[in-house]
């Protein structure tokens, strides 16, 4: 089983919203990614989050609050967007990379698409 | 800077016969590189990977090729199939922490249309 499961499939909020994305995998996976994709281009990194601490932080705003209550789940709070934060984000994990053979791979959840009014 | 390209945004092929996608990196950190395959408003579904320390992994109909002093990798697809028609993206990984996280850099993506 590879699957990432992401809630909502899609979410419309206006600038002063608050809203949180959800990020859901049961394959035992240690290390968890949330990615941003605007249309026509490739997925651009976010946070990476390793044994359920941040471990990576790719400068983005305050506005967008990872948080990672457990190892299965990760959730991306968004409060007071903007218009241009309106993409597909989308959440990845992986597994332990210092068991040999695990590293390099990725397996990504189908997305939640933003949109900003 | 786009460490990861892909020079091609589009590829048609005829059904049966073979795809090949190319990817270029500059970077030579990256030590495994991926291929993932896209449909759109979906996540991308990783197809095939190759360690550096290989020039060649092969997985039923895809192939992965790495020439590690051209910086160059290619996908083939033999037979190509009409379902096979989505938006390729090439990955490159580094590790990014002494936990083994990796950082994937994707490229910008070729959009292979397969001709019935």
């Known amino acids: 089983d590879t699957e990432v499961t992401q809630t909502p499939k899609h979410l419309v909020m206006g600038m002063t919203n608050k809203k949180s994305l959800k990020c859901e995998q049961h394959?035992?996976?240690?290390?968890m990614y949330w990615y941003k994709q605007k249309a026509k281009k490739p997925p651009e990194l976010m946070f990476v989050y390793s044994y359920e601490k941040l471990s990576i932080n790719e400068s983005v705003p305050s506005r967008f609050s990872p948080e990672c209550p457990n190892s299965s789940l990760l959730n991306l709070h968004l409060h007071a967007l903007q218009p241009e934060d309106s993409a597909l984000y989308l959440c990845?994990?992986?597994?332990?990379?210092?068991?040999?053979?695990?590293?390099?791979?990725?397996?990504f959840g189908p997305g939640t698409r933003l949109t900003v009014l | 800077d786009q460490q990861v390209k892909q020079n091609s945004p589009s590829l048609s092929v005829q059904e049966g016969r073979i795809s090949i996608l190319n990817c270029d990196y500059t970077?030579?950190?990256?030590?495994?590189f991926l291929w993932y395959k896209k449909y759109p408003a979906e996540g991308p579904t990783f197809l095939i990977s190759i360690s550096s320390i290989k020039d060649k992994n092969e997985d039923g109909r895809f192939t992965v090729f790495l020439n590690k002093s051209a910086k160059h990798l290619s996908l083939h697809i033999v037979p190509s199939q009409p379902g096979d028609s989505a938006v390729y993206f090439c990955?490159?990984?580094?590790?990014?922490?002494?936990?083994?996280?990796?950082?994937?850099?994707f490229g910008t993506g070729t959009r292979l249309t397969i001709i019935p």
């Open positions: 394959m035992g996976h240690r290390a």
């Open positions: 990955a490159a990984s580094a590790r990014i922490s002494n936990f083994g996280n990796e950082k994937l850099t």
């Open positions: 970077n030579s950190m990256f030590d495994y």
């Open positions: 990845a994990s992986s597994q332990d990379s210092s068991r040999q053979g695990a590293r390099g791979t990725q397996y």
